[in-house]
């Protein structure tokens, strides 16, 4: 018997047209998602293709901090466990494992970003400012 290795190389490019400015790029902090939070097709892009069994968290999705936990979830103005203030936005995709119930990402907390450009949407007129929030202008 000969064992063969297979290599396998994918090249991701963030999608960042949301991203207006690179105010901020160099100063983002890393997060813990909660993925039990997440949507498929809004949030991320779930894998179709065997060989490469892993979703891809989209660049750009607004993200609220759950006070009870402590992780990130979907930014949400009508939600009552923290996320209804915005914390940042996803600044890099990332590749996670299907059932990986915590995701670590790159958070941009102050910057400049396209509301009409951001995965899901946003609605900047039910954003609530708090000074422990997030430092985004929205154009």
């Known amino acids: 018997m000969t064992v063969q290795p297979i290599t396998t190389s994918v090249t991701l490019t963030a999608n960042r047209s949301w991203l207006a400015s690179l105010h901020g790029t160099d100063q983002t902090e890393t997060v ?41 979830g979907p930014f ?33 907390w102050h910057g400049v970003a396209r509301a009409a450009k951001i995965p899901g949407g946003i609605d900047t007129t039910k954003i609530t400012l708090s ?3 997030a430092l985004i202008r929205f154009v």
Request: with cysteine; aromatic share 6%.
């Open 32 to 72: 813990t998602l909660d993925a039990s939070k997440l949507v498929a097709g809004t949030h991320y892009v779930a894998s179709a293709d065997s060989t490469q069994p892993y979703s891809r968290l989209l660049s750009g999705v607004p993200l609220g901090r759950i006070t009870a936990s402590g992780l990130y």
């Open 76 to 108: 949400d103005p009508a939600a009552v466990d923290g996320r209804q203030n915005l914390a940042g936005l996803v600044f890099e995709e990332t590749l996670f494992a299907p059932g990986q119930p915590k995701i670590p990402c790159a958070l941009l």
């Open 131 to 133: 000074p422990t929030g």
